[in-house]
């Protein structure tokens, strides 16, 4: 199959003869790439048509969407959980992942172009443990980041699940902004340097501007992880009324899930949305931004 | 973005001529430069003063807070207090450590290749320019962002439950086992599936990676006659190796880390914390249990640091084998 793929210059006087020895090869392409596409999507669409079916119907039924479609497990919704209107969740989860968003952006930006413009003593040192950083379990800092952050009442605060990321502790968009400000032509901040430029100014108007593809990845993935958090907020939340979005639908899950399957498969659809959405919009760069990640790991 | 390649010699070479400080010999006043230089350490510090202090804030101040807890006996209220190795012992005995080891063994063993494959396999096919490609590529990715979500939990634990889809597509091929989701045994495998459906991330991964390796080694192949798969296997493997060394890694040492499905498609809070009969207890599941819900912090921070030895080890191995099978290009680092 992959003859084709190279196969670029053939003599084009047996243009219909190639054409009919690639028919083949593209057909059995197409057909493979659907295959995979609908397994793929099915979960996506058995959780579309599903929160337009009856609680009884979900899971038993093998039709993707029924033949009476109700709407009542959406209206349902407005009851809230456990007395909580979702949009409170909505609103929650929002203000946690714009604030992690800024402090990303800010934090990791600055580190980034210490790593990436600024020579001093110590820079490789720290870049390898920026890096080691990057492999580190998460469940080993857990318990006495806990501790620590129970120790000074923070417990039931979104302080916890926000420090970290105005502190550049997402070694990932470190590394994904380090390797684009090192892409970056040199000669820029050179020119503005000897025309005495201190380094904030080339950051703010050299650096910053010309990073935006980056900036905009990093911005989108931490919005989604941020959406998408569960043990983080599963630790550090315990009043309903601050739960995110996650935490919402999981106490939904253990009050309701049995009483009320449509609601819950509704509310699972409505919690995915805003991915979603930014998945819909944004999808070149979170693309992008993942494929660069991997090369000159 | 996807020109990494880019940072050129034709750069190195001017940098070399703009920053004296590499050639000391000829450097016209010492002093001035020292203090340039110190100037430009004060500020390289200044700019990473927020990673500095999240570094040892939250980093490594918390791994020696924890592993001195993982020598005491804290249950949060009164103060630790130390019992050597006890809570290392009390684990290595704990029949149900061992089992939660033995779950997530099967999941990175299982999972890890079959996602790979699956990524690289469908990248290979991706990597033909055709018509829809771009489009695949994007919906192949999507699961890769929801994949970790609540919702696709629940989803998970509908389609693989009793007489859902999974259940009756395994009857008409003869495997009348009942869904996976109810039984203690098949129940990790319904999570395999949920890593499996996330291949797309580390498919871009290949994909970029596809698409750096030099048309023309195919082309002097194929004047030598090398078939479809000698192509693949002395062009394409060795030259994507360093990337399928990245997937390995990053796949794996997430594998370890699995919590948030096997909590959700396990069932969650209560009596049963993951699963039936514990067929969903991933290692950081049992963390969870015996640090947050038995409030043992002690043993869950003696747990946690196994888990970092664990994937320690696998990183050690890993970057050893790397010698023997990953090749880096001259000048490609």
């Not at chain 1, 318990?143 to 620590?148: A, H, L």
């Not at chain 1, 989604?224 to 907020?233: C, K, M, Q, T, V």
């Not at chain 2, 797309?200 to 080694?217: D, H, N, S, T, W």
Request: contains cysteine; neutral net charge.
């Amino acid at each position: 199959m992959s003859a084709q793929a190279t196969d670029i210059t053939p003599a084009p006087a047996t243009t219909e003869s190639a054409f009919r020895r690639r028919l083949p090869g593209a057909l059995a392409w197409h057909i493979g790439a659907l295959v995979i596409l609908a397994v793929i999507l099915y979960p996506v669409i058995w959780l579309i048509g599903g929160s337009f079916k009856k609680s009884g119907d979900i899971v038993g039924s093998l039709d993707l969407f029924p033949g009476d479609p109700i709407i009542s497990n959406y209206t349902g919704l407005s009851d809230g959980i456990a007395d909580i209107s979702i949009s409170t969740f909505f609103v929650n989860s929002v203000m946690l992942a714009v604030g992690s968003v800024v402090g990303i952006l800010v934090s990791c930006s600055l580190t980034a172009y210490a790593f990436a413009k600024i020579r001093f003593a110590g820079r490789n040192l720290l870049f390898t443990l920026m890096i080691g950083t990057l492999l580190l379990p998460y469940h080993v800092l857990l318990i006495p980041q806990y501790v620590v952050f129970r120790n000074l009442n923070l417990i039931n605060t979104y302080t916890p699940l926000l420090l970290g990321k105005y502190l550049a502790t997402e070694a990932f968009f470190v590394f994904l902004m380090v390797q684009f400000m090192r892409n970056l032509p040199k000669e820029l901040d050179e020119a503005a340097r000897l025309d005495g430029c201190g380094h904030f100014r080339i950051y703010w108007s050299i650096v910053l501007p010309l990073c935006r593809p980056a900036l905009i990845t990093s911005a989108i993935f931490t919005f989604i992880n941020s959406w998408n958090d569960f043990l983080g907020p599963l630790i550090y939340l315990n009043e309903p009324d601050k739960y995110t979005v996650a935490l919402g639908l999981k106490m939904f899950v253990d009050q309701e899930g049995v009483a009320n399957y449509g609601g819950m498969i509704a509310m699972s659809l409505v919690a995915l949305l805003p991915v979603l959405a930014f998945f819909l919009a944004f999808q070149r760069y979170l693309i992008d931004g993942m494929a660069t990640s991997g090369l000159k790991g | 973005m996807g020109t990494t390649v880019t940072h050129a010699p034709a750069m190195e070479g001017l940098s070399k001529d703009s920053e004296p400080r590499h050639g000391p010999v000829n450097s016209p006043r010492p002093a001035a430069l020292k203090r340039r230089g110190r100037r430009e350490t004060l500020a390289g510090y200044l700019f990473m003063s927020p990673w500095i202090a999240g570094f040892l804030l939250l980093t490594a101040g918390p791994m020696i807070a924890s592993l001195y807890f993982a020598f005491t006996d804290y249950n949060l209220f009164d103060a630790p207090k130390w019992i050597g190795l006890d809570n290392f012992s009390e684990m290595f005995g704990d029949p149900r450590w061992r089992h939660s080891v033995k779950v997530t063994m099967w999941y990175v063993v299982v999972g890890t290749p079959l996602k790979l494959l699956l990524a690289l396999g469908v990248a290979l096919l991706l990597a033909q320019k055709r018509r829809g490609q771009a489009f695949y590529r994007a919906a192949f990715y999507a699961p890769s962002l929801i994949g970790a979500s609540v919702s696709v939990a629940i989803v998970w634990k509908a389609i693989f439950a009793d007489d859902a889809i999974v259940d009756r597509t395994q009857k008409v091929f003869g495997f009348d086992v009942g869904g996976w989701t109810g039984d203690p045994n098949m129940i990790i495998y319904s999570l395999v599936a949920l890593t499996v459906w996330q291949f797309g991330a580390p498919m871009v991964i290949f994909l970029a990676g596809l698409k750096q390796v030099p048309r023309e080694l195919y082309e002097a192949a194929e004047v030598d006659g090398a078939g479809t798969w000698r192509r693949f296997w002395n062009i394409t493997l060795p030259m994507i190796s360093p990337v399928l060394f990245f997937n390995v890694l990053l796949e794996t040492i997430h594998s370890f880390q699995i919590f948030s499905s096997a909590y959700i498609v396990g069932g969650g809070a209560g009596g049963n914390a993951c699963g039936p009969a514990d067929g969903s207890m991933v290692y950081t599941c049992y963390l969870y249990v015996q640090g947050f819900e038995n409030s043992r912090m002690g043993l869950a921070s003696a747990m946690a640091w196994m888990l970092l030895v664990a994937v320690a080890l696998v990183t050690a191995v890993l970057f050893w084998s790397q010698k023997r099978w990953v090749h880096y290009e001259e000048g490609a680092r």
